[in-house]
């Protein structure tokens, strides 16, 4: 894991943008010297102002130099302490993409006195100087990674600090109430009461629900921002890996009319009607010798197990009794999921045996209480659309709203999990008439963890795990 340095004066810079060539790149500096040491290699064209001069939030047109020598035409974007992304003085220089100008100016700068920055270093500082709190930081990288419309949402919300104000809240609520039980314990040879004991249960139970319903919303959050899981399983050659190289548009499996093609599980995400799914497919499910073969068979399983929706792809030709041997293994260990059971190669089946497919379609059905049968090609993308709208039906994303608060970062989920547990003892204390000390204790401990998902309680590990995982320039 890589570490982030505590040097938050330092002047730091990095290439902002993706890397590669491009029509502009944006290289961004900041720190206490960002504006002077900037102005070392930049000179304002037709003009004899300097970014050192030149007012916040304004742009100023001119070249790059490293000597007597034009490296760039570029735009500098000053931005002046505090008002700036990490808070403290920023310059933003636009110049054109070419890898080779990027670099250069880079190094300039590097010989001007700056330090290439770290991973996530200036979502850190901006952290540092109290601009946003960590959940808003860990939204910024949730939106450079959004894939639909929903995750971008969230995301949306998030950095505005909605998630945070509510938290917030919920900390000043309990805050008022350990306050008067500490200061009961100072006065506990008189024998008073400060803290309304019917008020602080009232409370507690409303801050318990609104705990609980944060912590349920993680579902619905994770599955939009990673994607709902479906796996596609079945028996070898049913065209597993057709059907998913037909969904995500790509060539992403092999396919052979070899048995045991696929020997491992193959993942790849795709947006339907808004909502990002996770397709999953797997090794053909048959009686194998082969080791690495049977080590894919029981990774299926594991993925039937982890799945929100399962596509049970049956192959149409296939005789009636091998489709009955693996519904006494798929069937089972997918009653609590969604299960699509798609008989595939409709094509190849004649006006004959479609009354005998269909019948035990319907057997296999009756035996599920989430099932719906489909019947299509996946080699001729027959019914493939019929498929799509099924997930997307089948998926049960309720619609989010500019104002809905959903959970979608496991460290949250985590931290409020224990802040449930820490809130049930509190109104187990009050419920049983636990002394005053230790029922403050618990609403110490609840505030604590609600107080770690903003960053006001953290320490350099949790920090340094967070930032690294954001790129360089962000």
Known sequence: MATITNHVNDTICAIATPAGSGGIAVIRVSGSNAIQLCDTIFA??????????????????????????????????????????TGQDTIE?????????QQRIITLLLSAGCRLAEPGEYTRRAFASGRIDLSQAEAVADLIAATSAAAHRLAINQMRGQFSQRLAQL?????EFVSLIELELD???????????TRLNNLTQEIKQEIQRLTQSFAVGNAIKNGIPVAIVGETNAGKSTLLNRLVHDERALVSNIHGTTRDVIEDTITLGGTLFRFI??????????????MGIERTFNKLQQCEIAIWLIDSTTPTQQIEELSQRIIPQSLDKQLIIAFNKA?????TQQHTIQTLAQQLAARHPHATPLYLSAKN????????????????IPTTEGSDIIVTNARHYNALQQALEAINRVADGLANN???????????????????ITGEISTDDILGSIFSRFCIGK
Do not use: W
């Open 171 to 175: 900390r000043l609520q309990l805050l």
């Open 187 to 197: 006065f506990s040879e008189e024998d008073v009461q400060f803290a309304d004991r």
């Open 93 to 101: 220089i636009a110049c054109h993409g070419s890898q080779y100008i």
């Open 434 to 452: 636990i002394p005053t000390d230790f029922v403050a204790q618990d609403i110490r401990e609840t505030m604590h963890h609600l107080g770690e």
């Open 281 to 294: 497919d797997t090794a053909g499910i048959r009686d194998t010798n082969d080791t690495i073969e049977s």
């Open 347 to 351: 094509d190849l089946i004649d006006p």
């Open 381 to 396: 993308d027959t019914e493939i659309d019929t498929l799509e709208h099924k997930l997307i039906e089948t998926a049960h």
């Open 44 to 85: 304002a064209r037709n003009s004899n102002k300097t970014l050192t001069t030149q007012p916040a939030n304004t742009t100023l047109y001119g070249h790059i130099y490293d000597n007597n020598e034009i490296i760039d035409e570029v735009v500098c974007t000053t931005f002046r302490a505090p008002h700036s992304f």
